[in-house]
């Protein structure tokens, strides 16, 4: 069956350290994969797309990979400040319309 | 404002009642979806309509009916709803397309007692 998971339900780091994130899938071929940040009591933001022929995609502090021999996705935050606080998810996109996500991995940054 | 707004925030609905979630994207967008969100579970994806059209209906129980009338608006009409309904529903727009990135409102929590 299908399946994504994400490694850890929750993750506590000290402040400035880099937080790293991991999103392993099974049975699928995605094209594209994703990041999102949700907020307790809000829904999910788009953080950063990552294309199957893409290694490595950043935006300021944020850094994707990709694997597909893997089936494997890092997300790193570097620097990491509480703001940074949030549940992340990856999500595939299994067809023109199937948005699929994991289960998402809290982070907490501690000062 | 992420341009998905979602009415009403909040709800609490007993089993027999009947209600509706509301939901109005301001993007442009082809694409509309309705996601649950339970505690300790993934999105799970509810329906998918593409320019007013069910391109989607993920196993969903009937007494969940969505409507869109067009390609801004979207309900998802209640009927004689169980506890275990009790969830955060997201919806959510995107452009036609693949690797397109969904736009999600806040979410309208229920709670079915």
């Known amino acids: 069956s299908q399946k994504i998971e994400q490694n850890s339900e929750a993750l506590n780091i000290q402040e400035g350290k880099t937080a790293t994130l991991t999103c392993n899938y099974t049975?699928?071929?995605?094209?594209?994969l994703q990041w999102y940040r949700q907020d307790p009591g809000r829904g999910p933001v788009f953080l950063l797309l990552?294309?199957?022929?893409?290694k490595e995609k950043r935006k300021e502090r944020l850094k994707v990979t990709f694997d597909t021999t893997l089936k494997q996705s890092l997300f790193h935050i570097t620097a990491s400040q509480p703001a940074d606080s949030a549940t992340y998810l990856c999500?595939?996109?299994?067809?023109?319309?199937?948005?699929?996500f994991g289960t998402g991995t809290r982070l907490k940054v501690l000062a | 404002e992420t341009g998905v707004t979602q009415t009403p925030r909040h709800l609490v609905m007993g089993m027999t009642n009947k209600k509706s979630l509301k939901c109005e994207q301001h993007l442009g967008h082809n694409a509309m979806y309705w996601y649950k969100q339970s505690a300790k579970k993934p999105l799970e994806l509810m329906f998918v309509?593409?320019?007013?059209?069910?391109?989607e209906n993920n196993s969903v129980p009937s007494r969940f009916s969505p409507e869109c009338p067009n390609s801004s608006h979207l309900f998802l009409h209640l009927h004689t709803l169980q506890p275990e309904d009790s969830a955060l529903y997201l919806c959510a727009s995107s452009q036609t397309g693949d690797g397109n990135t969904i736009y999600f409102g806040e979410g309208s929590w229920l709670t079915v007692v």
């Open positions: 999500a595939l996109i299994s067809g023109t319309y199937k948005y699929i």
């Open positions: 990552i294309r199957e022929n893409e």
């Open positions: 309509y593409n320019f007013k059209e069910q391109t």
């Open positions: 049975n699928y071929s995605p094209a594209y």
